[in-house]
Structures are given as C-alpha cells and as structure tokens.
C-alpha cells in the first residue's frame, strides 16, 4: 500500500539519495540544500511510501517553498530564506520517484496531495519549472504552460508552469 504523508527529519537522508538519483548532479539538491529547506519549511516536503516488509519504505517525495512570486527564480532552490508563509503560490522543486516505482501513479498521488494541501492552505495557486518532455503530465491537472522560463537551473531549459487553484 502507497501513502503519502509529511516528512520527518529522518527521512532527509533517504530523500537526498532520491534526488540524486532522479536528478543530474548539476540539478539535483544536495543534503544540505535539502535540509536548509527542511529547517525552514518541514510541512511542505511531502513522502511517497510503500509499506513492505513490516516497515515503510521512501519511494518518492516533492518539496517547495511558499512565495508571492509568479515564477520560481533560480535563488529559491538555494536560499529558504526566501520562504514566504503567508505566500500566494505553492512551489514545487521537484517531484522525485525512484525508477522502479515511476509510471505507477505515485507522481501524480503526490502532485493530487500537494494540490489538495495548497487549496487547504488559501493559495492562489501552485508553480514550478519542467522540462519540455514534462508539460503535458502537468497540464493533466491543470498547469498552464508561460512558456520559456528565466531560470537556468542546472543548465537546462525550463518551461514555466501555473496552475490557478
């Protein structure tokens, strides 16, 4: 059985070792980042988790700050300084599953859980950067393409989504 539930500190380990694996090196967060994050915003790092084998194994997470921005800048993945509370979008950095549970639904558990807790949360809505090949899973539940963003991130091209909740 998968459940999604709120990170612990304990679990950034294993999270660190997700992202390395989902992201390239010049992409990914490192444990640190992630716990720079984790120490400012714990609530919004959401857990993918199966149950096996009498305990629960991480299989995936997302995480992202709170802004008033628009758009994530390439300083938000780098700076949880700039975490905004009282924020009108919910960002997403990354949603991260290992390759063996992909295409099993468990990114789109995650999204539905995080859209579900930002709607709870008043946000006027939810935004992230992706990938070209990335714009029509988002655009399942809702997003809108902005088209080319400004971040750099990781030296790839990113595509500015918004979805209006």
């Known amino acids: 059985m998968i459940f999604i539930t709120t ?5 950034l380990i294993t999270l660190a070792d997700i992202e ?5 090196s010049q992409e990914s967060a490192s444990l640190n980042t ?19 084998h009498d305990d629960n194994e991480i299989i995936g997470f997302v995480n992202g700050m709170v802004t008033d921005e628009e758009t994530i800048t390439d300083e938000m ?11 009108k979008y919910q960002t997403i950095f990354g949603i991260d599953v290992l390759p063996s ?9 995650l999204m539905k859980n ?12 939810i ?6 090949q990335l714009i029509p899973f988002y ?22 989504m918004l979805l209006n909740i």
């Open 7 to 11: 990170a612990t500190a304990d679990d």
């Open 20 to 24: 390395q694996i989902c992201f390239s």
């Open 34 to 52: 992630l716990k720079s994050r984790f120490d400012v915003f714990p609530n919004h790092f959401l857990v993918a988790k199966i149950h096996k």
């Open 77 to 87: 993945y780098t700076n949880a300084k700039l975490h905004q509370p009282q924020g």
């Open 101 to 109: 549970y992909q295409h099993l639904g468990i990114a789109t558990k």
């Open 114 to 125: 995080l859209i579900e807790k930002a709607q709870k949360e008043k946000r006027t809505g």
């Open 127 to 132: 935004i992230l950067c992706c990938k070209h």
């Open 139 to 160: 655009e399942q539940f809702g997003f809108q393409n902005l088209g080319i963003s400004k971040s750099t991130h990781g030296g790839v091209v990113w595509y500015d």
